[in-house]
């Protein structure tokens, strides 16, 4: 199983951000999806995840701000990110866990934002 994600970029605080990330390979079935993030000198964090049947989880730093959605066909999820400050400025991993209990990461997208 590989997870591609893009979408990452430099904006100015008050702006948006869509990231992607797609799992390809041999899934039978994912237990939840979902976007962690590391920022310099910072452990990595989970920012937002939807499990298989649909239910989502945030951090509290982001509530209300970025929403997360999937393409259950496609093995597709994506992070809008809007209202972005510069402490979401982080290196973002997508990550995966399927129902056999495998998982893995995503080679991660950088997300800069500036003041």
């Known amino acids: 199983v590989q997870l591609q994600a893009s979408g990452g970029g430099l904006v100015q605080a008050g702006g948006s951000l869509r990231l992607s990330c797609a799992a390809s390979?041999?899934?039978?079935?994912?237990?939840?999806m979902g976007w962690y993030r590391q920022a310099p000198g910072k452990q990595r964090e989970p920012v937002a995840s939807?499990?298989?049947?649909?239910?989502?989880n945030y951090a509290d730093s982001v509530k209300g701000r970025f929403t997360i959605s999937r393409d259950i066909t496609k093995n597709t999820v994506w992070l809008q990110m809007n209202s972005l400050k510069p402490e979401d400025t982080a290196v973002y991993y997508c990550?995966?866990?399927?129902?056999?209990?495998?998982?893995?990461w995503g080679q991660g997208t950088l997300v800069t934002v500036s003041s």
């Open positions: 390979g041999s899934i039978f079935g994912i237990s939840v």
């Open positions: 939807i499990i298989g049947g649909g239910g989502t």
């Open positions: 990550h995966v866990r399927l129902v056999t209990k495998f998982e893995t």
